[in-house]
């Protein structure tokens, strides 16, 4: 069954989406049929870490300590007010803006740093750019 549902929804994307269903009947192979997570990936099609992913949520959600649809919008919702916030906090009001066509072209410039240059503690202390220049070397390597 499980094998069934696998072909029906592979997308043409860089990255394969799988209905929950799927999800389910693929963490049940290991928390109830006894396959180890590398066997039951390998028989699906899916990475390990993947399967991993997919039974931590599952365990998680079973305990209750995942965040609800409305909890993660509100989450994400805030994360964004923040980064506003420190953008302008970090730069808008500790530089002088004497126009407003100085303003967009500063805030521009900031942006470009903030993104592409900023070094980020969730990347390992590396720009965005030097980290995704490193998940590209390592999974050439693979």
Request: hydrophobic share 35%; aromatic share 10%.
């Amino acid at each position: 069954m499980v094998n069934k549902l696998r072909g029906q929804y592979e997308s043409k994307k860089s990255h394969k989406s799988y209905p929950q269903v799927f999800k389910d009947e693929a963490v049940l192979m290991v928390l109830e049929q006894g396959y180890s997570v590398a066997d039951a990936a390998k028989s699906l099609g899916v990475s390990t870490s993947l399967l991993y992913n997919w039974k931590e949520k599952h365990q998680a959600l079973q305990q209750g300590i995942t965040l609800e649809e409305s909890e993660r919008d509100e989450l994400k919702r805030l994360r964004r007010e923040n980064k506003e916030l420190r953008l302008k906090h970090d730069w808008i009001f500790n530089v002088a803006q004497p126009t407003r066509e100085f303003m967009k072209q500063d805030v521009t410039a900031y942006m470009k740093y903030y993104n592409l240059e900023r070094l980020h503690s969730a990347n390992g202390d590396l720009s965005p750019v030097e980290f995704e220049n490193s998940q590209l070397k390592v999974s050439s390597l693979a």
